[in-house]
């Protein structure tokens, strides 16, 4: 599969704002408001966080917000917390005829 | 609340078959769609298979098309994932996951499939 383009790491003291990208093409990012957006603490299974670009299941803080201009879409985690460290992974609907959904390399989010 | 506990992975010699369950409760398992999802150690994430709520309809990843086969039997709430002729490179750990609308809701806590000689 040909992934979603992130950052490899972002990081930020605590209290700050950080942002990850997502990029991806118009058959995947671009052509869909199907973002969703994971957390992922070492060894344990993928949390929802953001979905369809900019929706919080319950329980998810409000300091995780998400959006999305063109074939990019963003999360930004804001008043950064240590448990806020870990791995984020976006994912898409593609149109693609090879796979259904397309994730992104994912981002190691360090709080300093 | 919602639980999903994926079992029957191990060590597998290439060539060889496997076959995963993913058991569901805590919700009406025959209302969802069910999906697979992957991870290779130290990789990102990578979609396998997914299997519409009355096992009517199922599509792959192309990389495994062929080779894996979903299914489920939703009078025992439990998604199943055989596997057939496993690579190297099918060594990950397997994860089971509710689907609603476009995204993945919930996750089991994974099953590792290594397939080494």
């Known amino acids: 599969q040909s992934a979603l383009t992130q950052p490899a790491s972002v990081s930020g003291s605590p209290g700050q704002s950080i942002t990850i990208s997502c990029t991806g093409t118009?058959?995947?990012?671009?052509?869909?408001?199907?973002v969703s957006w994971y957390q992922q603490h070492p060894g344990k299974a993928p949390k929802l966080m953001i979905y369809?670009?900019?929706k919080r299941p319950s329980g998810v803080s409000n300091r995780f917000s998400g959006s999305k201009s063109g074939n990019t879409a963003s999360l930004t985690i804001s008043g950064l917390q240590a448990e806020d460290e870990a791995d984020y992974y976006c994912s898409s609907y593609t149109s693609s005829s090879t796979f259904l959904y397309v994730f992104g390399i994912g981002t190691k989010v360090t709080v300093l | 609340q919602v639980q999903l506990v994926e079992s029957g992975g191990g060590v597998v010699q290439p060539g060889r078959s496997l076959r995963l369950s993913c058991a569901a409760s805590g919700f009406t398992f025959s209302d969802y769609t069910m999906h697979w999802v992957r991870q290779a150690p130290g990789k990102g994430l990578e979609w396998v298979a997914v299997m519409s709520y009355d096992g009517g309809n199922k599509q792959y990843a192309e990389s495994v098309k062929a080779r894996l086969t979903i299914s489920r039997d939703n009078s025992k709430n439990t998604l199943y994932l055989q596997m057939i002729s496993l690579r190297v490179e099918d060594t990950a750990v397997y994860y089971c996951a509710r689907g609603t609308g476009t995204t993945f809701d919930y996750w089991g806590q994974g099953a590792l499939v290594t397939v080494s000689s």
């Open positions: 118009s058959s995947d990012v671009g052509g869909y408001n199907y």
């Open positions: 369809d670009v900019s």
